[in-house]
């Protein structure tokens, strides 16, 4: 029969189980990993040249166009659905939201929206212009394009998305 001590017994045994798997696994991964951490790759021991810029091997032939191309075949119904995106901080009608309203944004000065709180980075170019090239390589990837900005956004790694996003900002005027 089982009685509480014979119980006791089992369950003892299987947690002592349990600790000296989970501790044999912690010191395996110690032992064998380079690196040091989770997520660490140990650096590559020699490139192969491929000819390929990008150095995934793989070429895409909507990035290898200029911009300027892609927005002139843009669909700004599409960009109407990719703004969805943007709705979470930026608003069409005038009002800010966390970020500034984005009505009338082609053309538009670079951190210019009277009472907005700009970061450094942007306040750094209110000299230049929102225009499509600088709407781009900022939507491409914001932290790269102004380091230090506030905006937390990944960005848009399709040129079409970019192209269709910035030809319907231009259809949101003032």
């Not at 709705?87 to 053309?107: M, R, Y």
């Not at 000065?109 to 306040?123: E, K, R, T």
């Not at 499509?132 to 506030?150: D, M, R, V, Y």
Request: with cysteine.
């Amino acid at each position: 029969m089982l009685d509480t001590m014979t119980m006791t017994k089992i369950v003892g045994a299987f947690c002592g189980a349990l600790l000296v798997y989970l501790l044999g696994g912690w010191v395996g991964e110690s032992l064998y990993t380079t690196g040091g951490g989770h997520g660490d790759h140990g650096e590559q021991a020699y490139l192969i040249d491929t000819g390929e810029e990008d150095g995934h091997g793989d070429s895409d032939a909507a990035e290898i166009q200029d911009f300027a191309s892609v927005l002139t075949e843009a669909d700004a119904g599409k960009g109407e659905k990719v703004f969805g995106k943007c709705k979470a901080c930026h608003k069409l009608d005038g009002s800010d939201g966390t970020g500034p309203h984005l009505d009338g944004v082609v053309d538009r000065g670079i951190a210019s929206v009277a009472g907005f709180a700009y970061s450094d980075a942007l306040a750094d170019k209110s000299a230049e212009a929102w225009t499509a090239e600088n709407l781009n390589g900022f939507l491409e990837n914001p932290k790269s394009w102004a380091p230090g900005t506030k905006m937390s956004f990944a960005g848009l790694k399709k040129i079409t998305d970019r192209a269709d996003l910035v030809a319907y900002l231009q259809t949101t005027g003032n």
